[in-house]
Structures are given as structure tokens and as C-alpha cells.
Nanobody, 122 residues
């Protein structure tokens, strides 16, 4: 599975961005998909994930502000980010794994995208 993220950029605090992750392969519907982020000097952290049945799960830090969704017809997963804060600044990575329930640990995902930078100014 090849993953390609897009949609990152620079935005002011309180603004919004939508990240996209396009996946290759014909079995996209069988994959749990996740979003992680990594800020400079910090470990990669879980942001959100969605099962193949469209059940989402979120980190507490983004709950109520971010929404994960997937379009299986387009082999794409999205991360809508609203009310962005400077602390959301990071490289955002898309991840995939062939499992029913999406995990929250980075080591639970086999496939990764190259990342897209999100910068939020105060």
C-alpha cells in the first residue's frame, strides 16, 4: 500500500485545514487508517484513526476539533482540522494497517506516507 498525503500548509490560529491521504491498492476498504503527527524534538503521536466500518477514534487533544473520514470509492482518508492551535504544528503522517480495529500506537501500522507539514501561527 502506498500512501500520499496532501493539504498541509500555514494557517493562523483558529483557522482550518483539510488533509487528504490517497492510498494505492484494491483492498483499501480492508485497512484501518490513522493520522499521526510529529513536532520537532517530540515523539510521533496519535491523532485520529478510522476503521473499515467508519468507526472513528481521536486523541483527547483534538477531540471536538478534528474529524477523520474516509471515502472508500476514492481510496482516500481525510482529516478535517478546525480551530487550529499553534500546538497543532507538526508533520502529519497517514498510516494504514490490515486490521479490523485501528490502533493508537505507531508500531501498530505497517504502511506510512511521507508526511505533510502543518504550521499554525499565533
Amino acid at each position: 500500500v502506498r500512501l500520499v498525503e496532501s493539504g498541509g500548509g500555514l494557517v493562523q490560529a483558529g483557522g482550518s485545514l483539510r488533509l487528504s491521504c490517497a492510498a494505492s491498492g484494491r483492498t483499501f476498504t480492508s485497512y484501518a487508517m490513522g493520522w499521526f503527527r510529529q513536532a520537532p524534538g517530540k515523539e510521533r503521536e496519535f491523532v485520529a484513526a478510522i476503521s473499515w466500518t467508519n468507526a472513528p477514534t481521536y486523541a483527547d487533544s483534538v477531540k471536538g476539533r478534528f474529524t477523520i473520514s474516509r471515502d472508500n470509492a476514492k481510496n482516500t482518508v481525510y482529516l478535517q482540522m478546525n480551530s487550529l492551535k499553534p500546538e497543532d504544528t507538526a508533520v502529519y503522517y497517514c498510516a494504514a494497517d490490515l486490521r479490523i480495529h485501528p490502533g493508537r500506537g505507531a508500531n501498530e501500522y505497517r504502511y506510512w506516507g511521507q508526511g505533510t507539514q502543518v504550521s499554525v501561527s499565533s
